[in-house]
């Protein structure tokens, strides 16, 4: 057999190999092709809004307010967040004026209002949230946060200072 023959006959074994010639030869013909994928889990917050609890006179016994958001899990599945802020000293807002510190107290719930909700540590997971099936929660929030100063830490900071934290809230699948 000479080098052209060889050559032809392995590329003909290996087109026969690689090929699925499962069908029949006929008048008609069937084959079948499986179809797969893969859905990956996805979550997206949104909505979500700065609070600015503006000035404090002194008188009130805490100082909080809040921030509702909406989060969409696929399949309106269970996902969990979890809280940090930008100060190192964990949930705590700082004057950059004068250095100073305040700390404050996190809430979330998985409703408008996370005044009655559930206490959630700086850097710590929350327990499992369901999510909503629409990317825009259907119009309305299915989340919140809650942030709390007591009177005692507001009072024993300089006043005539504006303080700050970026609170960053990180939502993944579960």
Do not use: W
């Not at 404090?56 to 399949?75: E, I, K, P, Q, W």
């Amino acid at each position: 057999m000479n080098n052209f023959s060889k050559t032809v006959t392995a590329l003909t074994l290996a087109i026969a190999a690689s090929s699925s010639f499962a069908g029949t030869l006929g008048d008609t013909s069937t084959d079948t092709s499986t179809v797969t994928l893969e859905v990956t889990d996805k979550v997206q917050i949104s909505n979500i809004s700065d609070i600015a609890l503006g000035a404090y006179n002194g008188t009130d016994a805490n100082l909080s307010g809040g921030t509702s958001y909406c989060v969409f899990r696929n399949g309106a599945d269970d996902y969990r967040l979890k809280l940090n802020t930008d100060q190192a000293g964990g949930f705590e807002v700082k004057s950059a004026t004068t250095g100073d510190t305040i700390d404050f107290t996190a809430k979330i719930d998985d409703d408008n209002n996370a005044a009655d909700g559930t206490d959630i540590l700086h850097g710590a997971y929350s327990g499992n949230m369901a999510g909503s099936a629409l990317a825009n929660c259907g119009g309305a929030n299915n989340g919140a946060l809650y942030v709390n100063f007591t009177q005692a830490d507001l009072l024993a900071v300089s006043s005539e200072s504006d303080y700050q934290a970026v609170i960053t809230v990180l939502v993944e699948p579960i």
